[in-house]
């Protein structure tokens, strides 16, 4: 069973605040985009250079890196955790199953900001670059979430 | 007359996870996303997020639906 006291909100609030370039990335930014998908994670794209004040941020909430922050850049994730499960990609840029090669910083400079709470906003990829990082893995999972975040894309 | 329903067995979830979460070849990935959409699919994906939007309409409250859809199906019994 999930830990109940963990305060979602609080939590975005403090990665907005810390100023940290991080992208809700996964399940986690297709829910936020409207489609009722399960996760029991929160899945980020951080900055290289943002490890530092990402995890001061969440550290109020006994979120604790698995790695330090120097391995975590030589092996580009790693793991908060405590009730809650963070996955943590940190990698300047991820190559796609089918070879195209996803950099942060341009996914980070396309971000779409989206509505958590009245003062709180969660940045995400466009929904275009949330389809590449599904490919990143492309496991059966990721090519139905693919198709989903098609279906949604033609929405607009 | 209708069956009961069996849960599945724990070692029938864990094949079906590992399958759904193995990484697939880029020959395998190549020819599952040739598979077009169809109109009906893309229907049926907007309908339900038409639903979930107006339903929950912040991010706050769609990731609480889904938190606690978590909560429950992690209570449901396992054969």
Known sequence: ?156 | MTEQFVPPTADTIRRLREEYERPLTPEEYRAQSAIPLSAEEIEETLELVRWFRARYPTGAERSAYVREAIARWSRRPVG
């Open chain 1, 1 to 156: 069973m999930r830990g109940t006291r963990f305060d979602e909100e609080a939590f975005f609030r403090a990665i907005g605040a810390s100023g940290a370039r991080a992208l809700v990335i996964g399940r986690r930014a297709m829910v936020f985009l409207g489609l009722p998908v399960l996760t029991a994670d929160y899945d980020f794209w951080l900055h290289i250079d943002d490890i530092d004040a990402f995890n001061r941020a969440v550290e109020p909430f006994d979120l604790h890196p698995s790695r330090t922050a120097e391995e975590a850049r030589r092996r580009g994730r790693y793991v908060l955790a405590n009730d809650e499960h963070v996955d943590v990609l940190v990698a300047r840029s991820v190559p796609t199953v089918d070879g195209v090669t996803v950099s942060m910083e341009d996914v980070w400079a396309r971000r779409q900001q989206v509505r958590y709470a009245d003062d709180v906003q969660v940045a995400i990829p466009t929904i275009d670059d949330l389809i590449l990082t599904k490919r990143f893995a492309a496991r059966a999972k990721d090519l139905q979430d693919i198709r989903f975040l098609e279906s949604l894309r033609d929405e607009t």
